[in-house]
C-alpha cells in the first residue's frame, strides 16, 4: 500500500540554524516525489520535485531534498533557515497524477 | 501563473444542508482534484477528474460528490451536510504529473 510518513509532527530550529525535515514513504513503482510549503490559512505552494537524475534536488527559497531509494527517503533541507520559513510542510509521493501527501511537520523558527 | 480560485474562503452551513464548493482554474489543466485537509491527517484525496464530465473516486468519497461540466471548473457537492465533514477543502490542478500540483487557497467549512 501506499503511503507517506513525515515523523516530526513539529520542530523548532533558531533562526540562521540548519532544518532537515524528514519524509519515508511506500509506493510500489518508481514514485514521483514532492515537497510542498503551506503558510497559514493559505493553499500549498510547490518548494521541489524529484522523479528522475540527479538525486540532489533544488527548490524555491533555498530548500533542497535529497531522494535515497534504498531507504525510501526524500528529506528536505535548509542551511540556514529565516524566520519567514515558519510554515506547515508536507511531504506528497505518487505517480500518474495521484498523490499520497503525509500528516505534515510544522516549522516554528526562534528568534 | 496558473491561478486556482475557490469562490469561498470560509463557509457556515446546518447539517443536512447540500453545499457546494466550487473551484476555477484558468490554465487549461486536464486534472482536477479536491482534498480534504484535518489535523494530524494530511490531506485525502476525495474526488479527481482528468477531463470533462469525467470524474474518478479518491480515497474517502462518502458523503461527497462531484461535478465537471467545463475544463476550467470542478465543484464539491456535500448532499447532506453533517458536522464529520467540518474541514479544510482544498482543490488543485495540474497539467501532468511531473509539474505537480497547484492549490487553490481553501476554503474552510464548519457544519453546525
Known amino acids: 500500500a501506499q503511503s507517506v510518513t513525515q515523523p516530526d509532527i513539529h520542530i523548532t530550529v533558531s533562526e540562521g540554524a540548519s532544518l532537515e525535515l524528514r519524509c519515508n514513504y511506500s509506493y510500489g513503482a518508481t514514485p514521483y516525489l514532492f515537497w510542498y510549503v503551506q503558510s497559514p490559512g493559505q493553499g500549498l505552494q510547490l518548494l521541489l520535485k524529484?522523479?528522475?537524475?540527479?538525486?540532489l534536488v533544488q527548490g524555491i527559497k533555498g530548500f533542497e531534498a535529497e531522494f535515497k531509494r534504498s531507504q525510501s527517503s526524500f528529506n528536505l533541507r535548509k542551511p540556514s533557515v529565516h524566520w519567514s520559513d515558519a510554515a506547515e510542510y508536507f511531504c506528497a509521493v505518487g505517480g500518474f497524477n495521484k498523490f499520497y501527501f503525509g500528516s505534515g511537520t510544522k516549522l516554528n523558527v526562534k528568534p | 501563473d496558473v491561478k486556482v480560485t475557490q469562490s469561498s474562503r470560509y463557509l457556515v452551513k446546518r447539517t443536512g444542508e447540500k453545499v457546494f464548493l466550487e473551484c476555477v482554474q484558468d490554465?487549461?489543466?486536464?486534472?482536477m482534484f479536491w482534498y480534504r485537509q484535518d489535523p494530524g491527517l494530511g490531506l485525502r484525496l476525495i474526488y479527481f477528474?482528468?477531463?470533462?464530465?469525467?470524474?474518478e473516486k479518491g480515497d474517502i468519497p462518502e458523503g461527497y460528490s462531484v461535478s465537471r461540466e467545463k475544463k476550467e471548473r470542478f465543484s464539491l457537492i456535500l448532499e447532506s451536510a453533517s458536522t464529520n465533514q467540518t474541514s479544510m477543502y482544498l482543490c488543485?490542478?495540474?497539467?501532468?504529473?511531473?509539474?505537480?500540483?497547484?492549490f487553490g487557497s481553501g476554503t474552510r467549512l464548519t457544519v453546525v
Open positions: 488543485a490542478s495540474s497539467l501532468k504529473t511531473d509539474y505537480g500540483y497547484t
Open positions: 490554465m487549461d489543466h486536464e486534472n
Open positions: 524529484y522523479f528522475s537524475g540527479d538525486t
Open positions: 477528474s482528468y477531463d470533462v464530465k469525467m470524474k
